[in-house]
């Protein structure tokens, strides 16, 4: 008892320490951990075991070398693993993985689970997908994660999921183009797909996320702002809508600028 005790002890401290170096780093992407009350190792680095740590942390080493720098944050990844952990998700479509940071991290949480071929992750770029495989192949999640390359608005994804997850998701993670007109597509032809009572996430809902947008049509936020009214059938919030840019961090109740919606089917029509 003793002996577990101190184990359990070792544990925490060695946990404790993980990111702990990301609060004095340059790069923009350690932002969360230099916030003025973040001095602690958020859950998605905790609760890993240290063999994924330590492929976590090979892979920022690698994006940074490489310049594939682009995930989601922690703020937005720390809720994901609330809702798949906290609520025993086992089949995801994720539209969008870039380098793998997401998919190496939500992998992580579905091998907990124990749920095979839990995530299914589609992104229009070839050579990112290679790079992520390479990656999930790496850290062991290849029964986990399944990657396929095409674009998220288009149909077959649909049938690709199916088969892949072997039934309709139970959380959709739109993390893609951030434009205006794909998103309203990605809308429409993944809520179609949700059972009542499935989530579906959108990261950089907010005014400030708006400058991803190439077309300037006021991206994700502005497809939600129109889209949402005429479904009835879906309910929603969007943390962060309003921030907009020069808002500080430090500030806000939800820290990711960026923003993040959280949907849900009904049972309404
Ligand atoms: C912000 S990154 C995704 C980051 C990822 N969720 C993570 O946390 O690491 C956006 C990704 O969306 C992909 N994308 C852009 N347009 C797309 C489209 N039409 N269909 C599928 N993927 C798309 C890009 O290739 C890019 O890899």
């Given amino acids: 008892m003793r002996l577990l005790k101190r184990h359990r002890t070792d544990i925490s401290v060695s946990n404790a320490r993980r990111s702990e170096s990301f609060r004095t780093l340059r790069h923009d992407r350690y932002w969360w951990h230099q916030l003025g009350d973040t001095d602690y190792v958020p859950s998605i680095y905790e609760t890993l075991l240290d063999p994924e740590w330590e492929i976590l942390e090979a892979w920022f080493r690698e994006t940074e070398d490489h310049q594939l720098v682009g995930e989601i944050n922690v703020p937005a990844m720390c809720l994901v693993q609330g809702f798949v952990s906290g609520g025993g998700i086992r089949r995801i479509v994720q539209l969008g993985h870039y380098s793998g940071y997401s998919s190496l991290l939500i992998g992580f949480m579905l091998r907990r689970m124990n749920a095979q071929r839990g995530l299914f992750s589609i992104d229009i770029d070839a050579d990112a997908t290679a790079f992520t495989r390479r990656w999930i192949v790496r850290a062991g999640l290849a029964d986990y994660v399944t990657l396929h390359v095409g674009d998220s608005a288009d149909p077959v994804s649909i049938r690709e999921s199916r088969s892949a997850l072997g039934a309709q998701p139970q959380l959709v993670l739109i993390d893609s183009s951030h434009q205006y007109g794909h998103t309203l597509r990605e809308l429409d032809m993944w809520s179609d797909e ?19 947008d190439t077309k300037a049509q006021g991206g994700v936020g502005q497809a939600l702002a129109e889209w949402v009214p005429e479904h009835r059938e879906m309910s929603a919030i969007n943390l962060n809508a309003f921030v907009a840019p020069g808002a500080d961090a430090n500030a806000l109740v939800y820290r990711d600028a960026c923003g993040l919606a959280i949907l849900q089917r009904t049972g309404r029509r």
Avoid: C, I, K, Q
């Fill in 194 to 212: 949700l059972p009542v009572g499935a989530l579906m996430l959108l990261h950089d809902t907010s005014t400030f996320a708006e400058r991803w």
